[in-house]
């Protein structure tokens, strides 16, 4: 099931951020712990009442030098483009600002869900200041403090109930779903239309033609395959072009509906930090990857011209170093005969399972060939591991102190279950499980 996505919008220095790390559940920072990940993290996924949701954080929108009104309405609008419920942050210190009072305009127009919420509200003495709010016309305003963590229960309440019901498409289990995310212009509804034979996708070269993801049902080889085409930029104009970073959350959607995800770089721009930001969604969700290489035709090259492309790749996208990469002409259709048959390996690699005997001779192997670690004079014990389930591939690593199992011992175990296993295009999961 598709995910509700939830944007948080409201004048600068209300504790939005605070908030969005509220409900995420921790501190999202700028840089990411896994390489070759950057983050200027402005979304993240909340869970409430065992309902799952995507969440908006305004304030991390980036729109360069417009005047300060002009940021605020333009981060208000995107985010009401992109939500399905908005929850609307004032402050009780503050009252009513003239500012407030513009983006409550802004939000009446959008005719979705809005609920509002009054920060800064840390004690009870506080709460008869929360009656002016009324006058933004929301109904009932939701005395918060973000700084405490307190009533965002009740607006969460109130946000959960105002969520679409949605039915999604289902498709045979046999069906592989891949979709193709990357920037706007990469050649994502070009790729598309070459696969499929026809123009089914609207093509342009402007950036951001593709106005919602697009599902077209696919029948290869006695393969069936549904393409799904990441909504690109819905409209027009300088508030996207300067917010490139929301070409992630219109990935989101469609990622969350694959089996395999297609990252779709430009090769006559290169790789940009986007193109990293979009990729580390989908290893977040722990979808199968290929890197798609289109508009390789365009681009003069010799016998090392290739190679050279790849080891960028490699150098930037450290944390996909499982995942295949693929030269492909969406305008001549060279080597696009060779994707389905990557996908489907992917597939394959994302629903594998492994023997348990199997797998634990492979790890007793690995621990004789390299001992496990000491700290403290403690070392790290192996008892057993098992697989726990498939896409991806998580395997569950019985150990006497989990604390004992660091990054860099978890990363050899994972590359000696990748060499024994094929495990090509997909992430694995390793869960250290104190053995009882």
Aim: charged share 30%.
């Amino acid at each position: 099931m598709t995910m509700p996505i939830v944007a948080i919008v409201g004048r600068p220095n209300v504790g939005k951020s605070t908030i969005f790390n509220r409900i995420v559940g921790e501190r999202i920072s700028i840089v990411e712990d896994v390489p070759g990940v950057t983050r200027d993290r402005i979304y993240g996924v909340g869970e409430w009442l065992n309902q799952s949701f995507n969440i908006i954080d305004t304030g991390g929108i980036d729109i360069g030098d417009e005047p300060f009104l002009e940021q605020i309405r333009q981060q208000a609008e995107i985010a009401i483009d992109e939500a399905d419920v908005i929850i609307f942050i004032t402050s009780g210190r503050d009252g009513v600002t003239a500012t407030d009072e513009e983006v409550a305009k802004i939000l009446f127009r959008s005719k979705k869900p809005v609920v509002l919420a009054v920060n800064k509200v840390d004690n009870p003495e506080m709460r008869e200041q929360v009656y002016e709010f009324y006058s933004l016309g929301f109904g009932e305003p939701y005395p918060i403090s973000g700084a405490h963590g307190l009533g965002l229960g009740d607006v969460l309440d109130e946000v959960i109930k105002n969520f679409p019901k949605k039915e999604d498409i289902t498709y045979d289990d046999d069906t592989i779903k891949f979709s193709l995310i990357g920037r706007p212009n990469v050649g994502k509804s070009s790729l598309v239309n070459a696969i499929l034979g026809e123009e089914r996708v609207i093509v342009s070269d402007i950036a951001g033609t593709t106005r919602d993801a697009i599902d077209s049902p696919y029948t290869y080889d006695g393969n069936e395959y549904v393409i799904i085409d990441t909504a690109g930029m819905r409209k027009r104009g300088k508030v996207y072009e300067k917010t490139e970073k929301y070409s992630v959350l219109r990935a989101m959607r469609a990622i969350e509906r694959s089996d395999v995800v297609l990252v779709v770089i430009n090769a006559e721009e290169g790789i940009i930090e986007q193109d990293k930001k979009i990729a580390g969604y989908a290893h977040e969700a722990g979808r199968g990857v290929i890197i798609v290489v289109n508009k390789w035709d365009a681009i003069e090259k010799d016998e090392k011209t290739m190679n050279e492309f790849e080891k960028k790749i490699r150098n930037e996208f450290l944390f996909l170093d499982y995942a295949p990469i693929c030269f492909v002409s969406a305008k001549t259709k060279k080597r696009l005969h060779t994707l389905l048959p990557l996908i489907d390996k992917v597939s394959e690699s994302q629903n594998m399972r492994v023997q348990t005997n199997v797998l634990n001779d492979v790890i007793m192997d690995a621990v004789a060939m390299n001992p496990t670690p000491t700290d403290k004079g403690r070392r790290l014990k192996i008892y057993y591991c098992t697989q726990a389930s498939i896409k991806p591939p998580t395997f569950i690593l019985f150990v006497n102190e989990p604390e004992l199992l660091h990054f860099s011992y978890e990363r050899f175990i994972e590359n000696r279950i990748r060499d024994a296993f094929d495990f090509m295009g997909t992430p694995i999961k390793i869960i250290p499980r104190a053995r009882k």
